[in-house]
Antibody, heavy 115, light 111 residues
């Protein structure tokens, strides 16, 4: 079964850092495009970042220079390193495979940035 | 990259059809045939309903259909059912700089 499971969310102070993980099963992360999408409380979906199978990475302007997407091939896991966190980064963060659309999605992990 | 524009809400009675629009620009919706649609129930992860403008993944009912004209894509739900009540989001490929953009989201209410 193709599945994604996120972890690593939690409460962090403004200016702090957090690393999210997304463990994949049923397919190989490094052979696919993989993305992070977030959803602030009560708001819509916002694309955050993507890593292509060849290793190229892209970011939304709102996180560029602060977030880094990466993967660990032997662990079949996707990561999102988030630095210099702001209150507006508070959201549920989803990982997803990007093939014909975003599918599947993980269950999401909540990141709360607050003092 | 600005979010694609969707109506805030649409509604219909069971059995009726509703159509959700998704308006972008020639740099996203109008420039590529890579529009997808997602259904999201409260507290759940989004689910892919349509990809590449009009293709349905396995398991998605054929009541769901997609189309595109110019800079506007559309999702039509025919024979509306109670379980279709959810939020719906479009998404488009937008080129190599910031590759993806989501729509603002539409709440579908079944009356």
């Amino acid at each position: 079964e193709v599945q994604l499971v996120e972890s690593g969310g939690g409460l962090v102070q403004p200016g702090g850092s957090l690393r999210l993980s997304c463990a994949a099963s049923g397919f190989t992360v490094s052979s696919n495009y993989m993305s992070w999408v977030r959803q602030a409380p009560g708001k819509g979906l916002e694309w955050v970042s993507v890593i292509y199978s060849g290793g190229s990475t892209y970011y939304a302007d709102s996180v560029k220079g602060r977030f880094t997407i990466s993967r660990h091939n032997s662990k079949n896991t996707l990561y999102l390193q988030m630095n210099s966190l702001r209150a507006e980064d508070t959201a549920v963060y989803y990982c997803a495979r990007v093939r014909a659309g975003f599918d599947p999605w993980g269950q999401g992990t909540l990141v709360t940035v607050s003092s | 990259q600005s979010a694609l524009t969707q109506p805030r809400s649409v509604s219909g009675s069971p059995g009726q059809s509703v159509t959700i629009s998704c308006t972008g620009t020639s740099s996203d919706v109008g420039g590529y045939n890579y529009v997808s649609w997602y259904q999201q129930h409260p507290g759940k992860a989004p689910k892919l309903m349509i990809y590449d403008v009009s293709k349905r993944p396995s398991g998605v009912p054929d009541r769901f259909s997609g189309s595109k004209s110019g800079n506007t894509a559309s999702l039509t739900i025919s024979g509306l059912q109670a379980e279709d009540e959810a939020d719906y989001y479009c998404c488009s490929y937008a080129g190599s700089y910031t590759p993806y953009v989501f729509g603002t989201g539409t709440k579908v209410t079944v009356l």
